[in-house]
């Protein structure tokens, strides 16, 4: 079972939306969506889930206007995907992640932006909560603080740009 963050999630739902830059070169991530593709393909081959956190859900529904429904209609048609809510367990879990962030210096002591709000950072705590709760065992997110939260959980994390292309027509395309 593995858990899409927005970002991830959006380029599978939204054909408009913003590719995540490589981390190390700056630049957008080359077939960002194809390379989401091919991991559901995968992932729907290997009979694994994919897990979308109701907070998940909720940033992307925000901002989804018109398309609301239709990206619910493709959330619930396949199979592939579960929507998992932020129930008691992954209180539980975000609980604990909380309290040893205080321990260790403060709720801000793992956020990639210092100067991040409160709300960010128990939201992307809550999404990593879900993942544990719920079993998985990898999340895949281009947000820092999300993909940092999973590390430091014990889950294994991906950005797109660490994802594998898609494999590329024999055949070729001829041009006409």
């Not at 490589?22 to 081959?45: C, F, M, W, Y």
Request: aromatic share 6%; hydrophobic share 45%; net charge negative.
């Amino acid at each position: 079972m593995v858990v899409f963050d927005t970002s991830v999630l959006l380029l599978v739902l939204d054909p408009n939306a913003k590719v995540p830059d490589d981390p190390v070169t700056g630049e957008s991530v080359e077939k960002a969506a194809e390379r989401i593709q091919h991991l559901i393909t995968n992932l729907t081959a290997d009979k694994k889930k994919i897990v979308i956190p109701t907070p998940v859900l909720s940033e992307v529904l925000v901002h989804a206007g018109d398309a609301m429904q239709s990206y619910l209609d493709q959330l619930n048609e396949q199979s592939v995907f579960r929507i998992a809510h932020f129930d008691q367990k992954a209180a539980i879990e975000c609980a604990l992640s909380m309290r040893d962030a205080i321990l260790r210096g403060g709720h801000r002591i793992d956020a990639a932006n210092p100067d991040v709000s409160k709300t960010k950072i128990k939201f992307d705590r809550q999404i990593v909560a879900i993942a544990k709760a719920e079993g998985a065992h990898t999340v895949y997110a281009d947000d820092l603080d999300v993909y940092n939260y999973a590390r430091r959980a014990g889950l294994v994390a991906f950005r797109t740009v660490e994802l594998d292309l898609p494999p590329e027509d024999p055949q070729g395309a001829l041009e006409l």
